[in-house]
C-alpha cells in the first residue's frame, strides 16, 4: 500500500528513528507493555507507538517518555483511542515494572 509522502512518515525513515525505535524496544526488553500489564509476555510483532502521534506534535517523536513498545493489535487499540495516552504513558515510567534484566556471568 502506498502512503504519501508527509513529514512524518519522512521522520519513520530517518536513522535517527531506525536508533531510537531499537533503544525503545531494548529499554521495554522487546515485550508489548499493554500486554505484560495484563500478565502476559508477548514479543510478538513489537512496534513502537507515538503515544502523541507525530501528526500532533512532531517535538516529541523522539522522546523516550512518549514512545512505548506495543504488539500489534495493542498498537492499533491505542490508534483507535481504546487504550488512553495517559495510562499508556504511565506505563513508560514504569507501570508495570518490567521483569529483571538477566545478568551475565
Known amino acids: 500500500r502506498y502512503k504519501s509522502r508527509t513529514q512524518q512518515t519522512d521522520i519513520r525513515c530517518t536513522n535517527k528513528w531506525t536508533r531510537k525505535s531499537i533503544e525503545i524496544r531494548e529499554r521495554d526488553h522487546y515485550l ?3 500486554c505484560l500489564a495484563q500478565g502476559a509476555i508477548n514479543y510478538d510483532g513489537i512496534e513502537v ?3 502523541i ?3 500532533e506534535d512532531e517535538s516529541r517523536a523522539f522522546d523516550d517518555d512518549w514512545l512505548i513498545s ?3 493489535n495493542h ?3 491505542a490508534d ?3 487504550i488512553s495516552r495517559e495510562v499508556l504513558h ?3 515510567r ?3 515494572p518490567l521483569p529483571p534484566t538477566p545478568k551475565n556471568g
Do not use: D, F, N, S
Request: hydrophobic content about 30%; proline content about 8%.
Open 32 to 34: 508489548c507493555r499493554v
Open 49 to 51: 507507538h507515538h503515544i
Open 53 to 55: 502521534p507525530l501528526a
Open 70 to 72: 506495543l504488539c500489534t
Open 75 to 77: 498498537h492499533k487499540a
Open 80 to 82: 483507535r483511542g481504546e
Open 90 to 92: 504511565q506505563m513508560t
Open 94 to 96: 514504569g507501570y508495570p
